[in-house]
């Protein structure tokens, strides 16, 4: 990396804006982020960044509402480096991204019924390896900058794990992001942010103290529309594999239905997914009123025009 003191400057001067500048920047540039088969195709749009505080209580809250395997920051930096809590000094963030899908690829697979449009498969492949290069880029810049900092993500601890519900992790990118005020999780899962749920996370945990963003949803689940009270059931209709009710996500049926799509002949004879790769699938984030905004923030919108309040039915 061209650590020029031109932009060493730039970091001192102002690091939260730098980190976020950096992020976009390499998101826009990086020949990663383009398909080389395919007219070099952009899979991801502008992406956006937030910070969380690595001590605030929702991380150990984490632990009994997913389980007690998984880290806090503390936790993640200090086994990355091989060091006791106690030697983890100081406060802590966690910068955390949304890389929203292209429109192109949206459109694609708001066009399929069962499984998911080449685009849509390919951003699931190739844009997460791109989200891996961008991972590591952000950590590079921080060690560059004389500090701690891990993709938990990335590290040999990281591990999914299954319970009765189906797969969990040791390090869910989305409760990170959720801490960061991102957004909020909803009926079918998926995470809805201002750009959004058809989109992929990235998180990176350091020693850098950064200015917390603020987090304005009123509950875990407050973007969805079924949660306001709203009879809306398009990613129940959406899904192929009948995973998604009004009780919430199967993730069992979910997992199963990736899985018989990502490695059928069928899939790798369309030319979806190479032997090792997974298909995707994500019917439920498209072609739905949470694709590509937040559909609170529009009915909040349409309802102050008509003078009514929204409230949400669960905190
Ligand atoms: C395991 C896994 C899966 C499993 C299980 C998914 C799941 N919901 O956990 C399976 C195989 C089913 C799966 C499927 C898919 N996945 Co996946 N998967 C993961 C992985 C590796 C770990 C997720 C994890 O640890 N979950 C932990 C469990 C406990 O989370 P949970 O059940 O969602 O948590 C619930 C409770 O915590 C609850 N809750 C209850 N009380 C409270 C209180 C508070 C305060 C809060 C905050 C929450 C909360 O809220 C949550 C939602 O119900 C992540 C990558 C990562 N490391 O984060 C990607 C990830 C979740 N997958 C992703 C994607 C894109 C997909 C697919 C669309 C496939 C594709 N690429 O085409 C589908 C979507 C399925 C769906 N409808 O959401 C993205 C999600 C992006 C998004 N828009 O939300 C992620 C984050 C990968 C990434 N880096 O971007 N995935
Ligand atoms: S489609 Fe409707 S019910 Fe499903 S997650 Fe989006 S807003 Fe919620
Ligand atoms: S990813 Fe596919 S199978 Fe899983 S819930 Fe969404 S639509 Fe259903």
């Not at 502008?46 to 150990?60: H, I, K, Q, S, W």
């Not at 869910?172 to 989109?199: C, K, M, N, P, Q």
């Amino acid at each position: 990396m061209n650590l020029t003191p031109t932009v060493a400057r730039r970091f001192q001067a102002n690091p939260a804006q730098f980190l976020e500048q950096e992020i976009k920047e390499f998101v826009r540039t990086d020949p990663g982020n383009r398909l080389p088969f395919l007219d070099d195709y952009v899979m991801w749009s502008e992406p956006l960044v937030r910070f969380a505080d690595g001590d605030d209580p929702l991380f150990t809250q984490y632990k009994t509402i997913i389980a007690p395997t998984h880290l806090t920051p503390r936790e993640a930096l200090a086994q990355a480096y091989d060091k006791s809590l106690d030697e983890v000094q100081g406060r802590l963030a966690v910068i955390s991204w949304i890389l929203p899908a292209a429109e192109e690829t949206r459109k694609s697979n708001r066009a399929e019924r069962d499984v998911p449009s080449r685009l849509w498969s390919h951003t699931r492949w190739y844009g997460e390896e791109f989200n891996e290069k961008l991972r590591e880029y952000v950590v590079e810049l921080l060690t560059e900058m004389g500090h701690m900092a891990v993709a938990p993500f990335l590290q040999p601890y990281f591990k999914v794990f299954a319970n009765e519900n189906g797969p969990y992790s040791n390090w869910s990118e989305r409760h990170a992001a959720y801490v960061a005020g991102h957004g909020t999780f909803s009926l079918s899962d998926g995470f809805i942010t201002e750009a959004g749920i058809a989109h992929r996370v990235g998180n990176v945990v350091t020693d850098l103290e950064l200015p917390a963003s603020p987090r304005t949803a009123t509950g875990p689940y407050s973007n969805c529309l079924f949660d306001v009270g709203v009879n809306c059931r398009a990613c129940i209709i959406r899904c192929p594999a009948d995973a998604i009710s009004e009780k919430g996500h199967d993730k069992i049926k979910c997992q199963q239905y990736l899985n018989d799509i990502g490695y059928s002949s069928e899939a790798l004879k369309a030319g979806y997914v190479n032997e090792t790769s997974v298909a995707g699938c994500g019917l439920c984030q498209t072609k739905v009123p949470c694709e590509f905004q937040n559909p609170i923030t529009k009915l909040k919108r349409k309802k102050r025009w008509q003078g009514i309040q929204v409230i949400p039915h669960k905190a």
